[in-house]
């Protein structure tokens, strides 16, 4: 097989046979009429014969290059077709990657409103708990947990990651008299192993907490804590933020007015080369006003 000449002698063909000017050529490509010259040259002495007539201030094909110019024209075209075609639909699919809870509980019930503001974009979800490498895999914008200070990203604040205590009203009916945190200690923690339940405890004034032995269900989500809570299997720690719709229709309740919370926030974060584009900028000012209507 035969190999092709350079792809940017070709281009400066392409552009002085559609403009039939090497110094308008020049300008498209940003090169000089020397540079335009030089490369026409090259592909000249590739295929062996003159491409364009020199005369006095202008040049035009000679036969070659008129038959080569309408397949090189087509070619390109083609290619600027293609990545069109590519950006476009690019543009129209916005891929996000949220933490479990915070995209079911919280930003789901919300996303009618930023399609109905967007209705071009087209959102993929994407509910994963572990840091997106965004160079080698195909998201758009993240939303995590941490202090906001990662390499190569922009990092918006959402929200604090705080949590208080959770039952059904069914639940609460059957357990007794509580008065104060150290009576929680009786009844059922959910996900006691967690660590979440020392830093409450700790902040209800109770620097070592000894649970009653019982039965101990561990989950990997919040969401799946607070179904748990729902049908009257225990306690749960839970983010206000997350659950205001099942405390509203009263399948939730606060056990006690105490809120911890962790060291870290939510955050939304793109790469910050692609903080400009369209889509990503649409979906964060969406996304920042929506948390400030919410709070």
């Not at 729902?230 to 056990?255: D, K, W």
Request: one cysteine or more.
């Amino acid at each position: 097989m035969s190999k092709l000449p350079p792809l940017t002698a070709i281009r400066a063909f392409e552009a002085a046979a559609r403009l039939g000017s090497f110094t308008q050529a020049a300008a498209e490509l940003g090169l000089t009429q020397a540079a335009i010259s030089y490369q026409v040259k090259q592909l000249e002495d590739r295929v062996g014969a003159p491409l364009f007539l020199r005369q006095a201030r202008k040049v035009v094909l000679s036969e070659a290059g008129k038959r080569l110019a309408p397949a090189v024209g087509e070619a390109f075209q083609r290619l600027i077709l293609a990545f069109d075609a590519l950006k476009n639909s690019d543009e129209g699919v916005l891929s996000v990657t949220a933490v479990s809870t915070f995209c079911t509980n919280w930003l789901v019930p919300r996303l009618g409103t930023f399609q109905i503001a967007q209705p071009t974009i087209a959102v993929r979800l994407d509910m994963n708990a572990r840091w997106v490498n965004f160079a080698q895999e195909n998201f758009d914008v993240g939303i995590r947990s941490g202090h906001g200070q990662w390499p190569g990203v922009v990092a918006h604040k959402l929200m604090p990651l705080e949590f208080t205590v959770y039952a059904s009203p069914g639940f609460l009916a059957q357990a007794g008299r509580i008065e104060g945190p150290a009576d929680l200690l009786r009844l059922p923690l959910l996900d006691w192993t967690d660590d979440a339940w020392r830093v409450w405890f700790a902040a209800a004034g109770i620097k070592d907490p000894q649970r009653s032995s019982g039965p101990n269900l561990m989950a990997p989500t919040q969401q799946v804590l607070g179904s748990a809570a729902m049908t009257g299997q225990g306690l749960a720690l839970l983010t206000p933020a997350f659950f205001r719709a099942e405390v509203a229709a009263g399948r939730l309740v606060q056990v006690l007015p105490i809120v911890a919370r962790e060291e870290t926030d939510y955050w939304l974060v793109y790469p910050q080369e692609r903080r400009n584009q369209p889509k990503i900028r649409a979906f964060r000012d969406w996304l920042l006003a929506e948390v400030a209507k919410a709070r």
